[in-house]
């Protein structure tokens, strides 16, 4: 059974994300589609990158994933990526940049998207006449390679890259999403973070230091911490709080770490 995740900002009020799932059975019965989030703010192609990129690994090998965030024009053009293990489609608005960054060695093609159509395609909901006939044919008849022709020229989305000082012991980033918990997830990772500083070091946010630790308990109730994050990133956060309100950081805030 072929697993197909889908990432919108449909939203779960109203028959369309349903109805998207419904039309990629309707194409191959054998499909199962699964909602990743169709929470995504209205048009924030930002966050619906980031939900690819912190959730993609954790779903099996050959997992197509439909995203369709700021997606409302059927001309758009639309985009198909292969990595080693998954295969992506969405329209060339950067929804795959932060997938494609981490995955370098990903093929990337510009889709013949005419060719998927629905026969009564409506063109003010793409996501279903064109992802959904797209992405149920890549989970079953359609070789990736025969979707479309090779490109690198697509959409990307400027990433904060970290800025290493490797004699310094320091390396510097920024806040690239802040969770519904508060959590300020960084741009910086673990391994990033061990080449510049090492094993020992501190997390440095707007002059004050926080810990750098692996678990909440690890630091009292109220206090601030930074660790490894379930996206592969550095977060910021409060043991028993909100991160983002009580130390100020917001999208783009710097974030510093500095050997200990």
């Known amino acids: 059974m072929a697993t197909i995740a889908l990432v919108t900002d449909l939203g779960t009020d109203g028959w369309f994300a349903g109805e998207l799932k419904g039309t990629i059975l309707s194409l191959n019965a054998m499909a199962s589609p699964v909602d990743l989030t169709h929470a995504i703010p209205r048009g924030c192609v930002a966050d619906g990158a980031f939900a690819l990129l912190a959730s993609y ?24 990526a292969k990595s080693a293990s998954h295969i992506f489609v969405a329209p060339d608005n950067g929804l795959l940049s932060w997938v494609l960054r981490r995955e370098m060695l990903a093929d990337v093609r510009e889709v013949n998207i005419e060719e998927y159509l629905l026969p009564s395609g409506c063109s003010t909901f793409p996501a279903r006449d064109l992802l959904a006939p797209l992405a149920a044919a890549l989970s079953d008849w359609l070789a990736f390679e025969n979707c479309g022709e090779l490109t690198s020229d697509y959409v990307k989305l400027e990433w904060p890259e970290p800025q290493a000082d490797m004699d310094g012991g320091k390396v510097s980033g920024a806040v690239v999403y802040i969770d519904r918990f508060g959590n300020a997830i960084t741009s910086i990772s673990p391994r990033e973070l061990a080449e510049a500083c090492g094993k020992s070091c501190a997390c440095v946010v707007d002059g004050r230091e926080i810990p750098v630790v692996s678990h909440y308990k690890d630091v009292p109730v109220g206090s601030a911490l930074s660790y490894p994050g379930s996206a592969g990133l550095m977060e910021v956060a409060i043991n028993g709080g909100r991160a983002a309100e009580a130390l100020n950081l917001k999208i783009g805030s710097e974030v510093c770490f500095v050997r200990g």
């Not at 050959?62 to 198909?80: K, N, Q, W």
């Open 57 to 80: 690994r954790s779903f099996p090998e050959e997992t197509v994933f439909l995203s369709a965030v700021d997606y409302g024009s059927a001309g758009a053009r639309v985009i198909a």
